[in-house]
Antibody, heavy 120, light 113 residues
Framework: QVQLQESGPGLVKPSETLSLTCTVS????????WIWIRQPPGKGLEWIGY???????NYNPSLKSRVTISLDTSKNQFSLKLSSVTAADTAVYYC??????????????WGQGTLVTVSS | DIVMTQSPDSLAVSLGERATISCKSS????????????LVWYQQKPGQPPKVLIY???TRESGVPDRFSGSGSGTDFTLTISSLQAEDVAVYYC?????????FGQGTKVEIK
């Protein structure tokens, strides 16, 4: 059974860079697409972007100038960096896997999520 | 970007009664080459990540109770819970995977009346 676990600081200061890591267990990261999604408290879901196991990336245009997603296949991990954060970036951040059952590119496995608060 | 709009924002249904949620996309998510609708429904309970219920707009994920069903095509979709159970209290989201950026509806909160 594939499991994902987010890790990283729960508090980030405004203008600094948010950094999170997702550790994948129960399966190899060397296939599929790997996703970051966020959810502000009490609000809906926002797709941040993905990285393919080959290293190719695709980011939400609304965040593209500030986002970097990277992959470390040796550790079975992928990471998110979001720069120049403001209070609007306060959210629960989820990592997820995009499955590919005959092209059905939905998010079939999710981490439990980690709350990141942006505050001085 | 494809905008996904759900209605209603919330609904209260008696136990055993039907719950119906609508999802509309700002452009078609039907891919003509395979005649499939690139739409998924998730259920999210408090403090948990979303869980897949339905993909391809109408295909139930393995292990999902058959009281959950999805229908629709093109730009108009529906999630139906045929007989609401207490454990179905949650927020439900539709999401398109037709194009990037992937986009979600704003969510519909289902409660017991």
């Amino acid at each position: 059974q594939v499991q994902l676990q987010e890790s990283g600081p729960g508090l980030v200061k405004p203008s600094e860079t948010l950094s999170l890591t997702c550790t994948v267990s129960g399966g190899s990261i060397s296939t599929y697409y790997w996703i970051w999604i966020r959810q502000p408290p009490g609000k809906g879901l926002e797709w941040i972007g993905y990285i393919y196991y080959t290293g190719g990336t695709n980011y939400n245009p609304s965040l593209k100038s500030r986002v970097t997603i990277s992959l470390d296949t040796s550790k079975n991990q992928f990471s998110l960096k979001l720069s120049s954060v403001t209070a609007a970036d306060t959210a629960v951040y989820y990592c997820a896997r995009q499955g590919d059952v005959m092209g059905a590119a939905y998010f079939d496995y999710w981490g439990q999520g980690t709350l990141v608060t942006v505050s001085s | 970007d494809i905008v996904m709009t759900q209605s209603p924002d919330s609904l209260a249904v008696s136990l055993g009664e039907r719950a119906t949620i609508s999802c509309k996309s700002s452009q078609s998510v039907l891919y003509s080459s395979n005649n499939k609708n690139y739409l998924v429904w998730y259920q999210q309970k408090p403090g948990q990540p979303p869980k897949v219920l339905i993909y391809w707009a109408s295909t139930r994920e393995s292990g999902v109770p058959d009281r959950f069903s999805g229908s629709g095509s093109g730009t108009d979709f529906t999630l139906t819970i045929s007989s609401l159970q207490a454990e179905d209290v949650a927020v439900y989201y539709c999401q398109q995977y037709y194009s990037t950026p992937r986009t979600f509806g704003q969510g519909t909160k289902v409660e017991i009346k």
